[in-house]
């Protein structure tokens, strides 16, 4: 049963990583399996990785991750801590793009650990929690 409320945000690079066979990641989706959600951007990008990857297996495992987690639609609430993000960020000189600061705002507004492989763009979000599962 999923919690109303998800812990934790996973980005998609730590998905690809389950779907290829990381154990470590594999173990913590699996521990936290009510426990997790996705942002809309990350849905999209890994629309993308199934239809570049061009493999069927690839794509039934991306389809049934998607049925079984929540994905967080980006909205107007989410739009302005993105808005927020990137303007702090521009200020010191080092934005980080469109999706990463979407999908870290989607973690923000929903108060859950962003659980991703790329901790260096998102550890410059001071008040982003953060989780590496393959560390």
Do not use: C
């Not at 990641?25 to 570049?52: C, F, G, N, P, W």
């Not at 870290?104 to 859950?112: C, K, P, R, S, V």
């Amino acid at each position: 049963m999923t919690r109303s409320n998800p812990r934790f945000l996973i980005d998609t690079n730590i998905i690809a990583l389950g779907i290829r066979g990381n154990t470590r990641v594999q173990a913590q989706m699996a521990s936290h399996r009510y426990d997790l959600a996705v942002s809309s951007i990350t849905a999209a990008e890994l629309e993308v990785y199934k239809l570049q990857t061009r493999s069927s297996e690839v794509g039934k495992l991306i389809e049934l991750f998607l049925a079984e987690v929540p994905i967080i639609a980006f909205d107007a609430r989410i739009a302005k801590i993105a808005g927020r993000i990137t303007a702090s960020l521009m200020a010191e000189g080092s934005p980080i793009g469109f999706a990463d600061t979407a999908i870290a705002a989607t973690a923000l507004n929903i108060n859950a650990v962003l659980v991703s492989n790329n901790l260096k763009r998102f550890d410059r979000i001071q008040e982003l929690a953060t989780l590496n599962w393959d560390s």
